[in-house]
């Protein structure tokens, strides 16, 4: 039976119901963080509790757990081994409709659940993303990672209509992120580039970890935006996320990126990656 949280309990799927009234469904006034699982052992918890805390702190929600409690017990609860812990705070119920907030000490809705989901050996790593590029239409807040995914779900929708794997936003024609990864690109003199931290794009865990292993590997680091031109002109394209890891891509709006296969410096920095991350949970979990 799966096993999730809600508010202190842990409960079965089937129990665990939220009010009508709930900011995050009424108004998409929640935060959320998306936790990767590889072997039993969560990965990064402490840079997805340092982001949470940061979301929930710029949209004023008060809210206290032991996030790390919670999404461990998720993890044994439901016996999973690899995959993913979704992990949602809402500002809570309101008496009626109303965009003003409810009360200061009104509690907030907190949730969470496990998701089996394969991601050391998924099959894309070898064949590589295909995507399209779109502008970028989301709010200008996109470093706070609220629950409002319409617009990267629509864009998630065309790449599927258009028989690709996602879309690559842009802003004056400069790549932000993917509808749920950030984008990377290494040029052909072997600098990585990645759009630098700021409000157009939510600052990833796994990028952090990415843009180390990349130094590690020799390669140099510059964050800035790139524009289409460069991606399509550059060796390797790849993005970074909790549920892909790191990706190759291959092709950007039908254009071959390098000779259209996942790059080498790419496939290298997914398997430091995964090297990292796996010895970093052995020795804190
Ligand atoms: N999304 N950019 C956006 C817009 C994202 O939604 C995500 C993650 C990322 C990558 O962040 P991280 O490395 O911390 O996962 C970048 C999650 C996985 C999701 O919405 O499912």
Redesign the pocket.
Known sequence: MRIVYLNGDYVPKSAAKVSVFDRGLLFSDAV?????VINGHLI?ME??VT?LERSLGELSITAFADWPAIARTLVAENGLQEG?V?LQVSRGVMDDRDYRWPAPDTPPTIFAFAQQRVLVENPMAATGMRVLTRPDL?WQR?DI?TTQ?LY?SLMKMEAVAAGVDDVWMTRDDLVT??????AHIISRDGVLISHQLDRA????????E?LDQAKALGLSVEERAFSVDEAKDAAEAF??????LVMPVVEIDGHKIGDGKPGEYTRKIRQSYLAAVQRASCTTA
């Open positions: 959320y963080e998306v936790i990767s990064d840079r997805h982001r993913l979704y989301r996109c990672k995914l990267a992120e993917g509808t749920s990864q950030n794009i939510l600052p990833g865990v796994t990028r952090i990415t993005i970074s996320s909790s549920t892909l």
